[in-house]
């Protein structure tokens, strides 16, 4: 079983930044890539940005060079800095791990960009 602590969400003012952080941990065989997705009410739940064991990131369109992902393989953690946050950022941001098992997913943060 796998446990996540997620955390930065919150409420953000747009052109502002937050900083999203997951520790997974528990039994996880073989993971191949960590990263974030994120779900907007009334929206299928899509990619943001993934990063895998050797490093290569790969990051959603709408990124646009706004969000940077970091990896600590040894420790298991992930995390996203936000800068540029617009309204249609709003959404549930959820860590997910890629591996031999399948995808795990994180209880998911908020992540709410308004004025």
């Known amino acids: 079983q796998v446990q996540f602590v997620e955390s930065g969400g919150g409420l953000v003012q747009p052109g502002g930044s937050l900083r999203l952080s997951c520790a997974a941990s528990?039994?996880?065989?073989?993971?191949?890539?960590m990263g974030w997705y994120r779900q907007a009410p009334g929206k299928q739940r899509e990619l943001v940005a993934t990063?895998?064991?050797?490093?290569?990131?790969n990051y959603a369109n709408f990124v646009k060079g706004r969000f940077t992902i970091s990896r600590d393989n040894a420790k298991n953690t992930v995390s996203l800095q936000m800068n540029s946050l617009q309204p249609e950022d709003t959404a549930v941001y959820y860590c997910?791990?890629?591996?031999?098992?399948?995808?795990?997913w994180g209880q998911g943060t908020q992540v709410t960009v308004s004025s």
């Open positions: 997910n791990i890629n591996g031999y098992m399948g995808d795990y």
């Open positions: 990063m895998s064991n050797e490093g290569r990131a």
């Open positions: 528990g039994t996880i065989y073989s993971i191949y890539a």
